[in-house]
């Protein structure tokens, strides 16, 4: 099956930088550059019902793993799907493992280098903790396969607790609680990026470790319940924790008049930065090495809809923030020319995400 490549497959996103401000981006890059949350992996091309379905059948996937190196990404949290049957959960994990063993990228065990700016390493994560039912014994054998990062709830909720899909968030239930202090001992990021609103400030509060939203934005620009609100934002940094904006198409929109590009991306990086400090907000693109958006159509999937733009499209792809590969760069270039300072530019590009995985992934 032909893959998509992980360079060249649309036009290079036109920055506009003069010499000095590429001179600057080139400095920031050669630093730490932590992605939160993306599927650094390779898509079918074309992308049909039928190639994915194929490619799905396979439990297995292809990093992009010239295009991370180059990019300057330092560690990714590569995310699985969201995927009921731990089986298969387990299965991909050890399809991606021996990808993690080479010159080129490296897993969990070579964390502290790449925090440091020294090589690639690649950490697994996941969605949702759903696969597990009601057996917290199953997060220590996601723990055994190799993921460090963990959602609690997908949208449409779970035994742990409401998702932000349901019309009533009842909070997190007890088991929901006993996972948080499992994902706790197990030194695992707990993740709130697809749990509702209640559930996710109780826990935050809960929680003895930082916790992060790996792939959101901010509700105040934008109504989507895929964005959070404000009380949300400030429990996750209240938490030491740090909150990764997205890029999936049609997600971290500004307004309905405007596209959904990297101006609308970086948008929702200011808002939070400005909310609740610059040292909370990092960079979670939530992007693939292909055609996303097909991707939606070839899986039969629907994304979130927004109250009152239900017949808003998707865009085709999100100018600038496309791919994993490319979303790093284009975001230093942009807070350099927006006129953020080095310091500050390198936090979000990694260095807060630095400090969280360093406190939690001990």
Request: with cysteine; net charge negative; hydrophobic share 45%.
């Amino acid at each position: 099956m032909t893959l998509a490549a992980d360079s060249g497959r649309l036009p290079e996103y036109p920055m506009e930088l003069d010499s000095a401000q590429s001179q600057r981006v080139e400095r920031l890059l050669a630093g730490t550059v932590i992605s939160l949350h993306d599927h650094p992996i390779r898509l079918p091309d074309p992308l049909t019902a039928e190639t994915w379905q194929q490619h799905s059948g396979q439990c297995a996937d292809v990093f992009g793993g010239d295009a991370i190196v180059r990019s300057g990404l330092n560690v990714v949290l590569a995310s699985a799907l969201a995927e009921p049957d731990q089986r298969r959960l387990l299965s991909w994990a050890a399809a991606m493992r021996p990808q993690l063993l080479g010159p080129e990228l490296s897993g969990a065990e070579s964390l502290a280098p790449a925090v440091r700016g020294e090589g690639s390493a690649v950490l697994l994560a996941l969605e949702d903790l759903g696969s597990i039912g009601t057996d917290l014994a199953g997060i220590e054998e996601l723990h055994r396969a190799g993921f460090r990062s963990a959602g609690l709830v997908y949208n449409t909720g779970n035994a742990l607790g409401g998702g932000l899909g349901q019309s009533t968030d009842g909070g997190l239930t007890e088991l929901g609680r006993r996972a948080v202090a499992v994902l706790n001992e197990l030194h695992m990021l707990v993740d709130l990026s697809h749990v509702g609103d209640r559930t996710s400030i109780e826990a935050a509060a809960l929680s003895t470790a930082p916790v992060v939203i790996s792939h959101a934005g901010a509700r105040a620009l934008w109504p989507s319940a895929r964005m959070k609100p404000d009380d949300v934002l400030r429990a996750v940094a209240d938490t030491g924790g740090v909150i990764g904006i997205e890029a999936a198409p049609g997600s971290t929109r500004v307004s309905a008049d405007t596209a959904h590009d990297l101006d609308a991306v970086m948008a929702h990086v200011e808002y939070v930065a400005e909310l609740v400090g610059v040292d909370h907000v990092g960079l979670g693109p939530d992007t693939f090495f292909g055609d996303h958006t097909q991707l939606y159509s070839a899986a039969g999937w629907s994304p979130q809809p927004v109250p009152g733009y239900e017949r808003l499209t998707l865009p085709d792809y999100v100018a600038g923030m496309e791919n994993p590969a490319e979303a790093p760069r284009n975001a230093a270039g942009w807070l350099v020319r927006r006129g953020w300072s080095d310091a500050d530019i390198a936090k979000v590009l990694g260095a807060n995400a630095a400090r969280v995985l360093e406190s939690v992934l001990r």
